[in-house]
């Protein structure tokens, strides 16, 4: 069974850039949902998909977008990069729509840099 | 608005010495609360799901209880590969919410 995997795994961005982090779920998980942690702190709920579509988003401005594709990888796309952008980035996946979605299942992360 | 609050920040302990973990939370529909292990560099590792108030589940030497407005990780004679920051989250209905978390050092 293969794991969440996340790339890339470090990049170092300027201000203003644009970014693309990708995830590939975990075998047989319909749904994926992407967060942000700052250093020392928990991680904070961007958005989730299921089957492609947007199904929940948390507090984060609309320069945050996501995409899921037919095979349930993901990519999550942050334009207009500023300086608090940079953090640890995590995918999970995990089986489920919505209110019925399980545990969760994380990848390593892609740790962003923004100078 | 949705909160998760987890106290203490920090905790050292020695080999073989039981503490608790503390998670409160205000939400306004549960629809579980999650317990997960993050080690260094790493992403979250889940341990358990409890989705009502009496629930209980264990493994290993971890408990994890669920009372209407807290849950506790209770950590039972920890060993040194114990130690690792322990997240704990409430989903209401498409999201989730994550405290700071509790990093855990046990010195052998």
């Known amino acids: 069974e293969t794991g969440v995997t996340q790339s890339p795994t470090h990049l170092i961005k300027t201000r203003g850039q644009q970014v693309t982090l990708r995830c590939s779920s975990q075998?047989?998980?319909?749904?994926v949902s992407w967060y942000q942690q700052a250093l020392g702190q928990g991680p904070q709920f961007i958005f989730q998909y299921y089957r492609e579509e947007e199904n929940g988003r948390g507090n984060f401005p609309p320069r945050f977008s996501g995409l899921q594709f037919p095979n349930y990888s993901s990519e999550l796309n942050v334009n207009a990069l500023e300086l608090d952008d940079s953090a640890l980035y995590l995918c999970?996946?995990?089986?489920?729509?919505?209110?019925?979605?399980?545990?969760?299942?994380f990848g390593e992360g892609s740790r962003l840099t923004v100078l | 608005e949705d909160q998760v609050t987890q106290s203490p920040e920090a905790l050292r302990l020695q080999e073989g010495e039981s503490s608790s973990l503390n998670c409160s939370y205000t939400v306004s529909g549960l629809r579980g609360l999650f317990w997960y292990r993050q080690d260094p560099g790493k992403g979250p590792e889940f341990l358990f799901t409890?989705?009502?108030a009496g629930e209980e589940k264990e493994k290993e030497r971890l408990k994890a209880t669920l009372t209407k407005k807290e849950s506790f990780l209770h950590i039972t004679a920890p060993k040194p590969e114990d130690s690792a920051t322990y997240l704990c989250a409430v989903r209401n209905f498409n999201k989730f919410y994550f405290g700071s978390g509790t990093k855990l050092n046990v010195k052998p």
């Open positions: 999970a996946s995990s089986l489920g729509q919505g209110v019925n979605t399980g545990e969760l299942f």
């Open positions: 075998s047989g998980h319909n749904t």
């Open positions: 409890l989705y009502s």
